[in-house]
């Protein structure tokens, strides 16, 4: 173990001789010599100490480094994602024309319905190998304990799908205007039904199947 040295040239906190006024540097006793380096070791002690409770503190900077969404956010995936928002907007109001469960005059799609779709098909698409790209969707209606189709969209129809997402919709029940428009509705049973406004609910369900394994159905009520 190495010891100190007494040395003569072991100088510390004395100022460098002046060649001019030829005095000889200060020398500190053995006492004083100790107590200034106790001191210094204490200094560093101090100073590893504080930052060490800082990682241990509730105000670690640390955290800002650490992994969060940011890092995972893809804006690729959300520009995608946009569009097939818009396009499942557009094909449920074509569908309102055809001879569907949304027949009707006109449709409501409430704008936190889309904003809902829109978070569970990034949820369901982030583990899958093509992301949103390789998702197939069938939009249907539900109708009793079963559903109907209305149309199915492939993402990118140069990619072979991935995954299938079964988005099954609702169409809202509660208000007096879908209780009281049948009443105006043809009387003639050849007639076809169409109703003057169909409003869809914000609640909804999908069911997602992957197409390159037999892992079971995932069903998520949302």
């Known amino acids: 173990m190495p010891t100190l040295s007494t040395n003569s040239d072991l100088v510390v906190g004395s100022a460098p001789t002046s060649p001019l006024d030829g005095t000889s540097p200060r020398r500190l006793s053995w006492g004083k010599l100790v ?9 560093m002690e101090s100073n590893s100490g504080s930052r060490s409770d800082l990682s241990d503190s509730g105000s670690d900077t640390s955290g800002d480094l650490s992994p969060s969404d940011d890092l995972f956010f893809d804006p690729m995936e959300e520009h995608l994602l946009k569009e097939v928002v818009d396009l499942i907007a557009s094909s449920l109001r074509d569908a309102k024309d055809s001879d569907s469960a949304l027949k009707c005059s006109k449709l409501l799609i409430p704008e936190k319905l889309l904003q809902h779709i829109g ?92 197409l390159y394994c037999s892992e079971g159905l995932l069903i998520e009520e949302c």
């Open 119 to 210: 978070q569970e098909l990034l949820h369901l698409a982030a583990s899958e190998p093509c992301g949103l790209r390789g998702a197939l969707i069938d939009l249907c209606i539900e109708q009793g304990e079963g559903y109907e189709s209305v149309t199915q969209l492939s993402v990118d129809p140069y990619l072979v799908p991935t995954f299938q997402l079964t988005l099954v919709l609702r169409l809202e029940t509660s208000g007096i205007w879908p209780k009281i428009q049948g009443l105006f509705s043809p009387k003639s049973p050849l007639a076809p039904v169409i109703r003057q406004e169909v409003k869809l609910s914000t609640g909804f369900r999908v069911i997602k199947k992957k």
């Open 35 to 43: 107590q200034r380096l106790a001191d210094f070791s204490g200094s």
